[in-house]
């Protein structure tokens, strides 16, 4: 009868054994399964659905032996669009008849007087196409504002401000936030293409600002332009105008142009610049996406692991009554603790980069050693050095090429960068210039700054050729920079990749080493 029992005991061991076995071998190989899919299957299989699409639309709009006339007609868009007609009461139009009446008498009157600041004012016209609009733009008198309104093709019925209409609207007249660079290239480029077609200023102002109708804020800004110039303002003044909507370096190169006659050729220089600096920032940012992607994805499988997982095979230790030591009693208390305080870790966690973030932007006294820091990293330094003087070289050089003077210049580099770090280097320059010093002289032994850069400024100091010898700098530091970010992309793939396994491998050799007690108990 004992022998019978204890038969049974070890067959019930030996089977919770098997169980428990091909349990974890069926999770580990879905784990990795999931693991795969989320790296490689997932995206294949979304790049094969899209493929398919476009395949079977193509497929649906020509035929095997169609024509290449077949295929026009098949993908012409005959569609046309229809223009939309506006109608108005009569009572309505009674009304805004009545309403410009009164405006013609007020702009003979009080209308015409100027005031010393821009007011914002309200306007109700009727555009060319038939709609009435209703809209606010700031200026100095109602008369110029009229003036405006009739020379864009506009029928003005009413101006009017108040203070509460400066209050509502004053903010948004001025264009408080900034252009992207993306908009920039584009206004820059078209910009400079009316210019050079023969196109006034005016005009061509006029003219992008009508193309931007479903962009409003970009339409009121280049309104506010055409206002200005039709006062007589300068271009640059007239950017100036409008808060910070454009860079104080777009506007310093464009009023040096304006001394020189040189306005269309600075447009194109300044789309190039524009063009390179963000491709520069795009490179910096495709290098960190891809490492930030895996770190988030590896901290998600293995607090997945941790918290869903290794709980299970705690329970079966518990039933077991094996002593458990170790590695893996560090991750099964890491477990519990993180299963009893998963919110508030990750709360934690967000309040902290939160607080690092608005340190790091508001506070210098944190945001100095910060980059100093970074700057002192291997590889890392490199690319933040090379960033940093590829802007600042690219700058430089514009800057020069379009005589801007050279404590202007230095004041505007120190605007451009967020590097407390140069833009010390920078003040340090005008002080030395101010000293009647070599420029030189800030950048020589200084850490942050290389010896070819160095070299490559005293050389360009000493023939009288320091705008084309900065340009010469900024293309060879802008390649070693691209160079370095395709180097660490690279570099970093592979080790996130390699990071992950081990954590993983490591959680797993934990749960698994107890078990060669537990089989040992049972044999």
């Known amino acids: 009868m004992d022998e019978s029992f204890n038969l049974e005991n070890a067959e019930k061991k030996s089977n919770i054994f098997v169980d428990f076995i091909t349990a974890w071998f069926y999770i580990l190989l879905y784990a990795i399964r999931g693991v795969k899919f989320l790296l490689m299957d997932m995206w294949i299989a979304i ?7 476009f395949d079977k639309n193509a497929s649906g709009l020509v035929k095997e032996d169609a024509s290449s006339d077949e295929l026009y007609e098949k993908t012409k868009q005959t569609k046309e669009k229809k223009e939309k007609k506006y109608h108005y009461s009569k009572k309505t139009l009674e009304k805004y008849e009545k309403m410009k009446i009164e405006l013609t008498n007020d702009l003979q009157m ?3 007087t100027r005031s010393k600041t821009p007011n914002v004012y309200q306007y109700i ?17 109602k008369l110029d504002i009229n003036s405006f309104l009739v020379n864009e093709g506009y029928e003005v019925y009413d101006i009017r401000t108040s203070k509460a209409i400066n209050f509502m609207y004053q903010e948004s007249s001025l264009g408080g936030s900034k252009m992207s660079v993306k908009d920039l290239v584009f206004w ?3 910009l400079s293409t009316y210019l050079k077609s023969g196109i006034t200023l005016s005009e061509a102002v006029r003219i992008l600002s009508i193309q931007m109708s479903k962009k409003k804020t970009q ?19 007239a950017l100036a105008k409008q808060g910070n909507y454009f860079p104080p370096l777009l506007i310093n190169m464009i009023k040096a142009a304006e001394a020189t006659g040189t306005l269309q050729e600075t447009l194109e220089d300044m789309a190039n610049y524009y063009t390179e600096v963000n491709q520069t920032r795009k490179d910096m940012i495709g290098a960190l996406t ?19 997982v290794v709980p299970q095979f705690t329970q079966i230790y518990d039933n077991s009554g094996i002593e458990i030591k170790g590695l893996t009693k560090a991750i099964i208390v890491l477990s519990d603790f993180l299963q009893n305080n998963l919110v508030l870790v990750v709360l934690i966690i967000v309040f902290v980069m939160i607080m690092l973030y608005l340190l790091y932007k508001y506070v210098k006294g944190f945001r100095v050693p910060a980059q100093i820091l970074f700057m002192k990293i291997p590889v890392v330094k490199d690319v933040l050095i090379y960033k940093e003087i590829s802007i600042f070289a690219k700058t430089f050089a514009s800057l020069l090429r379009n005589n801007v003077f050279i404590t202007e210049s230095m004041d505007i580099l120190s605007k451009i960068t967020s590097n407390e770090v140069y833009k010390a ?5 005008i002080n030395n210039i101010v000293k009647g010093e070599k420029i030189s002289e800030a950048f020589n032994n200084h850490w942050a700054v290389p010896d070819v850069a160095y070299y490559m400024i005293v050389t360009g100091e000493s023939t009288g050729q320091l705008a084309d010898m900065m340009q010469k700098v900024s293309d060879y530091y802008q390649q070693m920079h691209k160079g370095i970010v395709n180097q660490l992309k690279s570099f970093i793939e592979p080790i996130m990749i390699i990071f992950l396994a081990l954590m993983v491998a490591l959680i797993i050799l934990a749960v698994i080493v107890p078990m060669f007690s537990m089989y040992n108990q049972i044999m």
Request: cysteine-free.
């Open 47 to 53: 790049y094969n659905n899209i493929k398919w699409s």
């Open 110 to 112: 009080a209308g015409a």
């Open 125 to 141: 016209v009727r555009a060319p196409s038939g709609k009435i609009i209703k809209d606010t733009m700031s200026g100095f008198s």
């Open 188 to 190: 820059l480029t078209q």
């Open 219 to 237: 339409q009121k800004i280049y309104k506010a332009i055409g206002y200005e110039l039709s006062l007589g303002e300068s271009f640059s003044n």
């Open 290 to 308: 891809y490492p930030a992607i895996i770190m988030v994805f590896s901290v998600a499988v293995v607090t997945f692991i941790i918290v869903y």
């Open 425 to 429: 280097i920078m003040f340090k320059t």
